[in-house]
Every structure is written in C-alpha cells, then in structure tokens.
C-alpha cells in the first residue's frame, strides 16, 4: 500500500480496480481546509489521462507490473505469437490488446510483454529499431537545402518520414516511441 502523500513519478496504483501510472502530482496545501494531493495518471490498459484528487493519508495498493523479455515469432492476422527464448513456451496475443505498437518490429525481434497478475496488456517494442526502406520516391539533386521530408514505406509496412537524400534498400534507424527517423545506419 501506498498513501498519496508518498506520490512520485512512474509510480503504478491501482485505483477502483484500473492500473494507473502517476505522471504528474502537486500537494496543496491551501489557506483554509486540510491538504490534498492533485495528480494526473494515465490508464495503462487504455492510454486515457484521468486528474484525481486524493487526501495524503489515503491508501491505494501499489499495482506490481511483470515485464518479461519475449522474442516476436509472427502474426497470422488477429494473433500475435511470442516465445520465452529461456522455457521456449509460447504466448498468443490478441491483435486488439497490441494495437499498433509493433508496426516498426520485425519477426524474431525482442520486445517486453507487460502483464498484472498474469494477465497480459501491452507490449513494450525496443526503443530503436534498424528496418531497410522498401520503398520510397527518388529524391532530386538540391533538394536537400531545405531539409524537407518524403514519406517512406519500411520492410515492417510502416510509413515514415525520411530526408530527400535516403533511398530505397538503405538502412536507417528509427525511434519506435515516436516514429522519428534518426539516420543511417
């Protein structure tokens, strides 16, 4: 158990049975009337940002979420299969609780399955990836003054923003938390 009054940053709760992660937290003290703790937490299951209240000497269970390193195997279309590379057991995953998190991983590529009391709800991608361009648009002699920007499809299928001068069958590196292009590789 923890009380709102030990509060910090990254902490898990669970609060009227939904995980939570506290992003942000302010205790108040005011004039008049006792103190409170103002907090902004983000759902785990479902991404949503909720701004809660709570006193300081108020009680929540601390929520324990399992990470553990599994090796992306394929999708057949609505299922995610992963392995446990130390059991070799094998974990099925429901394409409606990955949504679109593995767009830039390949098949056989690390990732952290995240689970509370052994229910899975999320996966975690390594941060970077390296994926060859399998297609882009030609880019044209001194276009690369203004540091513009061309849409290019990855061997995974997702798009992403490149400079003019990358073409296709290079390898670059991305940034999986926000899409970014990050260079050659």
Request: glycine letters at 10%; zero cysteines.
């Amino acid at each position: 158990m923890i009380s709102a009054g030990e509060f910090r940053n990254g902490i898990t709760i669970e609060v009227d049975g939904d995980l939570y992660v506290i992003i942000d937290f302010q205790h108040v003290k005011p004039g008049k009337g006792a103190a409170f703790v103002r907090s902004k937490l983000r759902g785990i299951v479902n991404g949503g940002i909720v701004e809660r209240t709570f006193r300081p000497s108020e009680k929540m269970p601390r929520a324990h979420i399992d990470r553990k390193d599994m090796q992306y195997l394929y999708n057949d279309g609505e299922l995610y299969h992963f392995m446990d590379v130390e059991s070799y057991e094998q974990t099925v995953v429901n394409a409606s609780q990955i949504g679109d998190t593995l767009r830039y991983v390949k098949e056989n590529e690390m990732v952290k399955i995240l689970s509370h009391n052994g229910n899975i709800f999320g996966i975690e991608p390594p941060m970077f990836v390296e994926l060859a361009i399998s297609d882009t648009e030609p880019g044209f002699k001194g276009d690369t003054a203004t540091g513009a920007t061309k849409h290019a499809t990855v061997e995974t299928g997702a798009t992403v923003q490149v400079p003019l001068f990358i073409s296709t069958g290079e390898v670059i590196k991305i940034d999986t938390r926000t899409g970014e292009y990050l260079g050659r590789v």
